[in-house]
């Protein structure tokens, strides 16, 4: 009777331990209980959404008619970090807590200014999230938020805001009827440029560059920076070329080449320029460092760049100083040249027969949103550079945190904080600043 009636007791307590089981994963599972409800999205909503309220009227009303907002109860997740993601997030009410893979946390709150634009919009989330109070927010496919496309070279087109700036209605008119006068690069490297599209080496290449003793000097300097120093310093171009490696001495050359053309006979603009020179320098040294602790693209490349990437505003400021100034003021400057600077800037390296990822470092690096690889791009760069200069003169008031834009997660071996710039940064600074203390002189 005993061993009869043992299977069965068995039998009965392992239905009971099932049932537990059962009911505590159900309850385990059950999520908390939102206060929010998903609700309709409004066209005011979104028009204050960055970059979502460039869309035109049309596709807002069209956008708000088919999208509904999500919710989420305080303590739930949001996204992991290295989850896949297909949408950009926008946080709409409550507070979220953002976290990146060292630990550093921050809060965004629904209504401040960081939640104009979006919590995360690249492909990975390099950050984790979670609702620290009940949420609602919204989904946008990132096909959507490409609502800046790649501008169009050969079109100047002035916002309707600006349509009373005097000084940027001339300039249109100066630009689309093809007078731009487009500064020339030093001869040496228009020379080395086309010279090394017939395969030369590098014996050949050190004739054209000794052409220009200024540029030799610089290189041979560049050659015994501790970037490129080794027991033996360069005491000639030949060494110095032979150490940097061909491709690099010729952006290294071009580098230099540039810095001749940031001048002006007027005072005024003579200052405009100094700036522009001293952004753009800043820039590089910066692109320069990304590409080198990535791995993901050649150095002096993005180091060019950087130099490059708001050359368009040389021609435009120097149309300004040809005009009596009764014709300008400050102002007007001033709202002009984020305008103009991408498509001329386009115009002066197509006529300086760069390649083309140089001219969409002209057009969309000012682009936080720019998403036309999913490789990391010349443009990726120089957006995150620009975005890291701002971090480093604390000036991040109306600008995207780093880990939410697109190119931040096609960087491979940095880890990117939205509380510092790139620690990395500061360990290469002096290094960086002696390579480049040539460009100063």
């Given amino acids: 009777m ?60 069209a956008f708000a008619e088919e999208k509904q907002t999500e919710v989420l109860a305080a303590g739930e997740t949001l996204f992991n970090i290295n989850a896949p993601s297909d949408a950009a997030i926008y946080l709409l009410k409550g507070t979220v807590t953002v976290a990146d893979k060292n630990g550093k946390s921050y809060d965004v709150f ?14 990975k ?17 990132h096909k959507i938020m490409s609502v800046n496309p790649a501008i169009n070279h050969e079109e100047l087109v002035i916002p309707a805001k600006l349509s009373n700036n005097r000084l940027l209605q001339l300039f249109a008119q100066y630009f689309m009827e093809e007078k731009l006068e487009i500064p020339s690069l030093p001869n040496v490297a228009v020379r080395l440029r086309q010279a090394m599209q017939n395969d030369i080496g590098i014996a050949e290449a050190v004739k054209i560059i000794q052409l220009d003793p200024v540029i030799t000097a610089k290189l041979i300097e560049v050659a015994n920076c501790p970037l490129y120093y080794t027991t033996n310093p360069a005491k000639s171009c030949l060494a110095a070329v032979s150490r940097i490696g061909l491709v690099a001495s010729r952006n290294l ?8 053309i940031f001048k002006s006979d007027s005072p005024d603009i003579k200052k405009y320029l100094n700036y522009l020179w001293k952004d753009s320098l800043s820039l590089s040294c910066i692109s320069y460092v990304l590409a080198l602790e990535s791995g993901q693209y050649c150095p002096e490349e993005a180091l060019l760049a950087g130099l490059v990437c708001d050359i368009g505003a040389i021609p435009f400021l120097n149309f300004v100083a040809n005009l009596p100034s009764e014709y300008h ?50 443009t990726d760069i120089v957006i995150l550079s620009r975005l890291h200069r701002k971090i480093c003169q604390k000036k991040t008031e109306g600008f995207p945190s780093i880990t939410s834009i697109p190119a931040a997660s096609k960087l491979k071996n940095i880890a990117l904080s939205p509380e510092n710039t790139l620690h990395i940064l500061h360990d290469a600074k002096n290094k960086i600043n002696d390579a480049l203390a040539a460009f100063s002189g």
Avoid at 362 to 370: F, G, K, P, V
């Fill in 2 to 61: 005993l061993d009869r009636a043992e299977p069965n007791y068995r039998e009965s307590v392992c239905f009971q331990e099932l049932d537990m089981a059962l009911i505590d994963s159900l309850f385990k599972g059950k999520k908390s209980a939102c206060s929010l409800n998903s609700e309709k999205i409004s066209v005011q909503t979104l028009r204050g959404l960055i970059p979502i309220r460039n869309l035109s009227e049309e596709k807002l009303q």
């Fill in 110 to 123: 629904a209504d401040s200014t960081e939640s104009r634009f979006p919590i995360c919009s690249g492909v």
């Fill in 125 to 141: 989330h390099i950050t984790s999230a979670v609702a620290k109070t009940d949420i609602s927010f919204l989904r946008v496919s």
């Fill in 253 to 260: 050359v071009v580098s230099f080449s540039i810095k001749q």
């Fill in 329 to 378: 003021d400050k102002k007007e400057i001033e709202q002009a040249l984020p305008v103009v600077k991408g498509v001329v800037g386009a115009a002066v390296l197509k006529n300086w027969n760069f390649a083309d990822e140089f001219i969409q470092v002209a057009l969309n690096s000012n682009n936080w949103y720019q998403n036309n690889s999913e490789q990391l791009t010349l």
